[in-house]
Nanobody, 125 residues
Framework: QVQLVESGGGLVQAGGSLRLSCLASGRTISNYAMGWFRRAPVKEREFVAAIICSGGSTYYADSVKGRFSISRDDVKNTLYLQIHNLRPEDTAVYYC??????????????????WGRGTQVTVSS
């Protein structure tokens, strides 16, 4: 089983940038798709971005396209989410997620078996 620990969240003004990191331990992430999700207050957890193994294709929710960029460093066993032009509606707890199955890709919460505790991103207007 993989353990995931997110970091990099904080309080930023609208228009600012952040880079979130997710350090994995317990297994290598190189053969696994990885994803970022977020949960805003009083809302359901929602898909943000995902990346297939080997750092090939990336996928984004429509609401973050052009502003968010997901990447991975398999040597460091770390997943990243670069966020630009933050908006107040981006305020949420951001979670890193990994499936148990190798070479499986999904954008649904049900498709991921391992979750970090999240890192809070708060955007002030």
């Amino acid at each position: 089983q993989v353990q995931l620990v997110e970091s990099g969240g904080g309080l930023v003004q609208a228009g600012g940038s952040l880079r979130l990191s997710c350090l994995a331990s317990g297994r290598t992430i190189s053969n696994y798709a990885m994803g970022w999700f977020r949960r805003a207050p009083v809302k359901e957890r929602e898909f943000v971005a995902a990346i297939i193994c080997s750092g090939g294709s990336t996928y984004y929710a429509d609401s973050v396209k052009g502003r968010f960029s997901i990447s991975r460093d398999d040597v460091k066993n770390t997943l990243y989410l670069q966020i630009h032009n933050l908006r107040p509606e981006d305020t949420a707890v951001y979670y890193c997620a990994a499936p148990d199955a190798t070479f499986v890709f999904t954008t649904t919460t049900e498709g991921y078996d391992n979750w970090g505790r999240g890192t809070q991103v708060t955007v002030s207007s």
